[in-house]
Each structure stands twice: as structure tokens, then as C-alpha cells.
């Protein structure tokens, strides 16, 4: 029994697959494209709020600098042990992962023995992060822009704070990069209580206005209820469309409430009315589940569902254990819609409190024809057990002091990225340091540049490390000496900021006097691409790739073997890119998402039989992408037979 709420460190033993290194070169593309709006109707352009509108089309990401794309992992899992940290009282146990973005794994409720959330029995990362690596199960806490955020699989600070009822608190904070903004997630359990409170607060520090997206997402068993207080929702699937649909009845008549019921994956965001007392449940066939509600300001509520077709099915499987329960996302965010942002004012601040806990209804009304009565039981007996005033005294409680408490016990570390940019702008963060002695060898370069005006070389050969972005720096690389590498890591922040040509001629300058080109080749090459010529494109990837030294890293000649291949292909230069294929590593070649490029590559050939022979003989594209329907387009030009359920990862019809 645990009479007061804990904190403590422990360790999850989990098979997982390793996340590898990061990809060497510089994410100068967009990554995610299935979160976003083609297709408007009439009567969605027409019902839409103002607001809503003029947030769908603010501030997309031009690209996901200074963020890296995490590709490098497989799919052998092997039994890993993990950091963990427990938040428990008498009442429930949360199991948080300070290393993979802070994911509360687990929120088990002590009394009736129930998981309340989806609890992944696997780590298996996969391409559903705006950046890449990203993972199923339990609550995950997305910032930055549309998509999983870019800390999906990355370490977090934590530490052990004071609660607002003078007990143990979890915090957990980072520095987000994609937008520069300081957030923190505080983890509490008041006693006796059978709801995990959570306070987020995202602030902008600087003297301009940042966009912001905020979005927690929970895992729930697919087979459960979910229900909104919401007559209406925003249907958006992945055809890229969105319009205004009834709830719970769909238009082709199914119940768009029970997840299992909906062919192809799919997202509703739940219109609530502005009034409306912000919650979002999961109930079985009793009755009984997760709620999860929340102070106003977060005021959007979504159901993800992935859907019976085989595309759907076949994701669940890639996702987790072999014969595991299939999965739904509850998720609640700062807009509407995942498909806005939100604008933050200069010095501003964004903060609310969440509850998650187990809540209990009338099954007959929960799963009754009555909509509203069935929403109604589930508000009464929420009510019941967490008043909408007691959220709200919950969150003044922290607001009040509790959120700008320093740290009393450090739990773990996460990156060096915020005290960098807290020694940059001279930040006061009340309640988050960012010490200097997070700062590790990846900072080194940038805090030499901002103590001398001078960015040191890299080693000959090697790769040039992470760049940086933000208006500030990019001052700096324009005050640097005209270095190789400065011209290089100053073209990546001109890209950044929408000035393409600028870029163009800093890689340029740069390459007149590099002796390590292949990073500077790369970025001409991508800027080639982006600007519509790829013959030219092609030249330059294979001339970055002839420009590899021979003792260079696996993990660079991968990356730009692939991008080498691709290129060439899609310039009609077949010989060429079976040239540079044959000069990849064995153990590159054999990778499944090189077994894949491997067919392309027969198929341009005109040897069908042996691309259709490499299906055959089986392969997994590790870092699929959420979405891609490359597989397919593939097997389509080798057969009319139909895609076979392993290959079949299609989200729309």
C-alpha cells in the first residue's frame, strides 16, 4: 500500500529494436505529408469558424530543421532494459519513459487490477513522427507542428518537483526545436486520488510571435466506445480531405463511434460546443474505462481509428507483437483540429491542467441508440468523480506556484539543445533549468561560435553534425568567417528561412574551397530537386556520392546511396544507379529498404521476374512511411495480381 504519491526511478524490460544512429544528412524536405487538407467541400468551406480557417493555413513547417530524421533502426527486437520512472499513489500507478519523449507507458489502477490505457508489449519504432522514429502505446505528448513530434524517441529532462499538496511531483521538460520553444509536462497524484493530473505549460521566451500545436495522445483498446460531447464532427481521412460529418452516425451509416466499425483509417475531431466541459472517454462493453478532461483552453477532442480494411489491419500488426490487441487513439489539443496552429504572442505563455483516470457508466446508456443520453451518463458520473470545479481549483493549485518550482531531485537528462539556447538568449525559465552541463558534443561547435564568432572545422571526411536555424544563429554564420563548413551550415539556415537562392550560392561559395564536398554536393542536389530539375538533381547525388572517402561511415554511405539511387532512377539514368548500387555494402544491400530499391532498380531494367522474385523471397521497409503507397505502385507495375497482405499498408481505398 502507498499511502502518499511516490516518484521513483525503476527499469522496463521490453523486446525492442535499437534505434540506430540518426540520418547524417541535414532534413532539408518536409517529411510528413498525410496530415494535411487538399480537399474542401462546399458546406466545410462554408460551416467552418473564422478562426479555424485562418489556423489551418498558418505557419506549416518549410522543412523539419534543425530536427534530424531518426531512420536508423531495424526490426530485430531483442529484451532491452529501459529508464523508467513510477508516479503512484494507493490509487494508480503511471510508468513514464524519460528516454523516448516522457510516453507514459502505463496507468494501472490499483483497485480493479485494470491497464487503463493501451500498453504496447513491445518497443518497435516506426515512420509516424514528423521526423521518423516513433512508437505505439499509452500517452504520448505531441508539440511542434502537425504530426507526432520530433521527441518521440528522444530523452526529456526529469526530475522530482514539489506537488501543489506538498507531495512528490514528476516533471519532465525540453526544448523543442522545430518551433524554439521551452515546454514542461508535471505529472502528479493527489492522495487518494483515482486521477493522474497533469499541468503542460508551453512558453515563448522570445520577442516574437511563435506557432504553436499541442496534441496528448492516448492509446485505447480499439474494441472500447469513444465518446465526445459532440453532435458534429471534422472528418479527415487520408485522401486528404475534410468535412463536417454527424456523430455518431456516418454517412455511409456505420456507428463512427465504435472504432472496429470504420473501414479505413481515419480521424474525427469532435466539434464542442464552446461551453462545453472538455472531456474524452473510452468505454467497453460495461462500461467502464479511461476519461481523460481537461481545463478549457484545451479545447480539441479527436478519435484516430485505424479501420478493418487490410491496410488498417496490417499497420496494427507492424506495430507491436505478433497476436497483440489492436489499438484506437483518444487525443486532446490546443485547436479544433491537428491540422492547425495556434499563434503564441512574444513572452507569452500557454498552460492547463489534464486528468486521466478510470470512469464507470451505465452501459446500457453507453452503448445505447440515444446519443445524447449515452453522453450524458458518462458526463454525470465524470462529475461525479472529478467535479469540473475540482479540475479547475487543480489547476490554479499549480499555475499558483507549483509550475515554477525548481527541480529537487534530477530523475534524467535530456539534450544540450535548451541550455544552448538559454546561454544564446539569456532565457529565465522558472522551473526548468537548463544547465550547462547538459551541454554535450554536438553543442560544442555552435557555443564555440557564439563565445568567439568563429565555428570550428569538423574532421576531414567527416560528416558536419547538426546545424542550427533560428534567426540568431544564422546571424552568426553570417558574421563567421566564409569557412567551407560556415558557408555550409549558413546555406541550411537561408534554406530554412524561405531564401533559396541565398542558399544556393553560400553551398556554392562553400564548395569552391571544400575538401570534404559530398555534404555541400547533397544539399545542391536537394535544392535541385525541390527547385524542378531533376537531371540535374541527379548529377549532383551521384557526384556527392563519388565524393564519399573511401573509409567513410556505413551510416553516410546508406544515406546517400539511397538518395543516389532514387535520383538517378527518376532521371532515367538506369546504368548509373545500378552503378552506385553495386558499390553499397553487402549489409547495406540487404536491408529491406534496400531490397525494396532493389526491385525499382530491376524494374527499370525491364528484369520483372527477378524484381517480382525479391517480393517473393520477402522484405520489410523498416522506416515505411505513414501513408506510402510505394510498395503497391511497385507490385502494380510487376503483376495484376492483388497486393499481398505483407506488402499491404494503403490508409485510403
Not at 451518463?377 to 481549483?393: D, K, Q
Amino acid at each position: 500500500m502507498v499511502d502518499m504519491t511516490t516518484v521513483r526511478r525503476a527499469v522496463l524490460t521490453l523486446p525492442a529494436a535499437p534505434l540506430g544512429p540518426d540520418n547524417p544528412l541535414p532534413a532539408l524536405r518536409a517529411l510528413d505529408t498525410a496530415h494535411a487538407v487538399a480537399l474542401l467541400d462546399a458546406r466545410a468551406k462554408e460551416d467552418m469558424p473564422r478562426d479555424m480557417a485562418r489556423q489551418l493555413g498558418y505557419a506549416p513547417l518549410r522543412s523539419l530543421l534543425p530536427a534530424p530524421v531518426r531512420d536508423g533502426y531495424g526490426r530485430e527486437r531483442t529484451p532491452t532494459a529501459l529508464d523508467a520512472i513510477v508516479v503512484e499513489n494507493d490509487r494508480l500507478r503511471a510508468t513514464v519513459l524519460p528516454g523516448l519523449g516522457g510516453r507514459v507507458h502505463s496507468l494501472h489502477h490499483k483497485p480493479t487490477g485494470r491497464e487503463l490505457v493501451h500498453r504496447n508489449p513491445v518497443f518497435q519504432p516506426a515512420a509516424f513522427a514528423l521526423n521518423g522514429a516513433w512508437f505505439a502505446g499509452g500517452i504520448e505528448w505531441n508539440i511542434g507542428a502537425t504530426g507526432h513530434t520530433t521527441l518521440s524517441c528522444s530523452p526529456v529532462h526529469a526530475a522530482i518537483v514539489p506537488a501543489p499538496d506538498g507531495g512528490e511531483m514528476l516533471r519532465l521538460w525540453e526544448w523543442e526545436r522545430l518551433r524554439d520553444l521551452p515546454f514542461q509536462v508535471d505529472l502528479w497524484l493527489p492522495e487518494g486520488s483515482d486521477f493522474l493530473h497533469v499541468g503542460v505549460r508551453v512558453r515563448n521566451p522570445h520577442e516574437r510571435t511563435v506557432p504553436v500545436y499541442w496534441w496528448s495522445n492516448t492509446a485505447v483498446p480499439e474494441e472500447y466506445r469513444v465518446l465526445a460531447p459532440a453532435d458534429e464532427a471534422w472528418l479527415h481521412g487520408y485522401e486528404r480531405g475534410l468535412r463536417r460529418v454527424p456523430v455518431p452516425a456516418a454517412e455511409d451509416g456505420t456507428d463512427g463511434t465504435y472504432p472496429m466499425r470504420g473501414e479505413q483509417p481515419a480521424d474525427y475531431f469532435y466539434a464542442l460546443p464552446d461551453t462545453q466541459r472538455r472531456w474524452i472517454a473510452a468505454l467497453d462493453e460495461t462500461g467502464t474505462g479511461l476519461v481523460q478532461t481537461s481545463t478549457d483552453l484545451l479545447r480539441g477532442r479527436k478519435l484516430f481509428l485505424w479501420g478493418s480494411a487490410r491496410g488498417g489491419r496490417r499497420w496494427q500488426e507492424w506495430l507491436t507483437a505478433p497476436g497483440a490487441p489492436g489499438y484506437a487513439e483518444i487525443q486532446a489539443g490546443l485547436a479544433r483540429t491537428q491540422l492547425e496552429h495556434l499563434k503564441l504572442e512574444a513572452g507569452a505563455e500557454f498552460s492547463w491542467l489534464e486528468a486521466y483516470g478510470p470512469l464507470t457508466a451505465e452501459p446500457a446508456a453507453v452503448h445505447g441508440e440515444d446519443w445524447a443520453a449515452a453522453r450524458a451518463s458518462v458526463e454525470g458520473r465524470l462529475e461525479e468523480a472529478l467535479p469540473r470545479a475540482a479540475v479547475e481549483a487543480a489547476y490554479a493549485a499549480w499555475r499558483g506556484g507549483a509550475a515554477d518550482a525548481e527541480p529537487v531531485t534530477a530523475l534524467a537528462t535530456g539534450s544540450g539543445w535548451g541550455a544552448l539556447e538559454v546561454l544564446a538568449g539569456g532565457h529565465e525559465l522558472p522551473g526548468t533549468p537548463f544547465p550547462a552541463s547538459a551541454l554535450g558534443e554536438e553543442q560544442k561547435p555552435w557555443l564555440e561560435l557564439l563565445r568567439t564568432g568563429v565555428l570550428p572545422p569538423s574532421a576531414a571526411g567527416a560528416a558536419p553534425g547538426p546545424s542550427l536555424v533560428a534567426d540568431h544563429w544564422r546571424d552568426m554564420l553570417e558574421t563567421a568567417p566564409a569557412e567551407p563548413l560556415t558557408e555550409y551550415h549558413l546555406g541550411i539556415a537561408q534554406w530554412h528561412a524561405g531564401d533559396l537562392a541565398q542558399a544556393v550560392r553560400s553551398w556554392e561559395r562553400g564548395l569552391q574551397q571544400a575538401v570534404t564536398r559530398w555534404p555541400l554536393l547533397y544539399c545542391l542536389a536537394v535544392a535541385d530537386e525541390e527547385g524542378g530539375h531533376p537531371e540535374r538533381a541527379a548529377e549532383r547525388f551521384a557526384e556527392a556520392f563519388d565524393a564519399l572517402p573511401e573509409d567513410g561511415t556505413a551510416v553516410v554511405t546508406a544515406a546517400l546511396g539511397r538518395e543516389a539511387v532514387t535520383a538517378l532512377l527518376a532521371a532515367g539514368h538506369v546504368a548509373r544507379a545500378r552503378a552506385v548500387w553495386e558499390r553499397l555494402p553487402g549489409p547495406v544491400r540487404a536491408r529491406g529498404a534496400f531490397r525494396f530499391l532493389e526491385t525499382r532498380l530491376l524494374l527499370a531494367e525491364g528484369r520483372k521476374a527477378e524484381a517480382r522474385a525479391v517480393f517473393d523471397a520477402g522484405f520489410e521497409v523498416a522506416d515505411l512511411r505513414e501513408g506510402a503507397e510505394a510498395l503497391g505502385e511497385v507490385w502494380s507495375a510487376l503483376t495484376d495480381e492483388p497486393l499481398p497482405d505483407f506488402y499491404e499498408f494503403r490508409m485510403r481505398p
